[in-house]
């Protein structure tokens, strides 16, 4: 039978690719506050904190290399039907090949306008002053969701989870909503629901099976029994 699987990315699927994760003791917010890099009110306050921030982070996912967990979940396409939805804003899952691929919080390699609301692909710099290619306003920001702004693809995740077999949360502490509450939304539709991470999370007791270990060891093992 093919199953119908939705996977849920965090930062755990790409640690072993060398990018950091947010909360472990030497995680991105033990050394930066969200309030100043991860919301419109502090991008408002220091626009250039804030590109500097992502600047760094996009010279660092750009030497990334997609690990095995990312090649696993790539090959699964071939014999389930697959949808990731990923929190992660590298580019790693559709650089290791998985096409069916939704980045709800948005990507380091786009940029957008705050005035006309268009996107492009950003520069590897971005600075404050850049004008928006397409009406000009020097408006433009990173394409990261920020706290306190709606994650994109909600409506096509609820009807993916509506129509899943089984729900995988990978690498991902389950801290940040609403991410963190399709897990409840899963077992509340009678999906089956599987986490893969280095230790229990938040959200673990929702989970019909935990499989504790690195992604790069966990995740191929299981595309291997199930594909
Ligand atoms: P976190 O840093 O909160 O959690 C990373 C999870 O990955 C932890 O539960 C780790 O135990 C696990 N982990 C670490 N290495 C692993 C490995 N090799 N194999 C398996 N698991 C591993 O990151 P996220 O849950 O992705 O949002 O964070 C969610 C959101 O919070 C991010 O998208 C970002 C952040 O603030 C925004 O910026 C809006």
Redesign the pocket.
Same mark, same amino acid.
């Given at each position: 039978m093919r199953e119908r699987i939705v996977i849920l990315?965090?930062? @755990?699927?790409s +640690?072993?690719s060398g990018l950091g994760?947010?909360?472990?003791a030497e @995680?991105?917010?033990a050394k930066h506050r969200?309030e100043d890099v991860?919301t419109p009110e502090g991008f408002a306050r220091d626009p250039a904190r804030v590109q500097a921030f992502y600047n760094m982070r996009r010279a660092e996912a750009r030497t990334a290399a997609p690990n095995p +967990?990312h090649f696993a979940l790539a090959a699964l396409e071939a014999t389930q039907d697959v949808l990731i939805v990923t929190?992660?804003?590298d580019t790693l899952h559709e650089r290791a090949g998985s096409q069916n691929l939704l980045h709800m919080?948005g990507s380091l390699t786009q940029a957008m306008c705050t005035s006309c609301q268009a996107r492009w692909e950003a520069p590897l710099v971005m600075e404050v002053s850049d004008p928006c290619p397409h009406c000009g306003a020097r408006h433009t920001r990173p394409d990261?969701?920020?706290?306190g702004e709606m %994650?994109y693809g909600l409506e096509q995740i609820d009807a993916a989870l509506q129509n899943a077999t089984i729900f995988a949360a990978?690498?991902? *502490? @389950?801290?940040?909503y609403p +991410?963190a509450g399709f897990v409840a939304e899963a077992r509340r539709l009678g999906v089956r629901t599987l986490e893969?991470?280095?230790?229990p *999370?938040a959200g673990q007791p929702l989970f019909d099976e935990l499989r504790i270990? %690195? +992604? *790069?060891e966990?995740v191929p093992n299981w595309v291997a029994e199930i594909a």
């Amino acid at each position: 039978m093919r199953e119908r699987i939705v996977i849920l990315t965090g930062a @755990g699927i790409s +640690a072993e690719s060398g990018l950091g994760t947010f909360r472990d003791a030497e @995680g991105l917010w033990a050394k930066h506050r969200i309030e100043d890099v991860a919301t419109p009110e502090g991008f408002a306050r220091d626009p250039a904190r804030v590109q500097a921030f992502y600047n760094m982070r996009r010279a660092e996912a750009r030497t990334a290399a997609p690990n095995p +967990a990312h090649f696993a979940l790539a090959a699964l396409e071939a014999t389930q039907d697959v949808l990731i939805v990923t929190q992660n804003v590298d580019t790693l899952h559709e650089r290791a090949g998985s096409q069916n691929l939704l980045h709800m919080h948005g990507s380091l390699t786009q940029a957008m306008c705050t005035s006309c609301q268009a996107r492009w692909e950003a520069p590897l710099v971005m600075e404050v002053s850049d004008p928006c290619p397409h009406c000009g306003a020097r408006h433009t920001r990173p394409d990261i969701v920020w706290f306190g702004e709606m %994650p994109y693809g909600l409506e096509q995740i609820d009807a993916a989870l509506q129509n899943a077999t089984i729900f995988a949360a990978i690498g991902t *502490s @389950g801290t940040v909503y609403p +991410a963190a509450g399709f897990v409840a939304e899963a077992r509340r539709l009678g999906v089956r629901t599987l986490e893969f991470n280095l230790e229990p *999370s938040a959200g673990q007791p929702l989970f019909d099976e935990l499989r504790i270990g %690195p +992604a *790069s060891e966990t995740v191929p093992n299981w595309v291997a029994e199930i594909a």
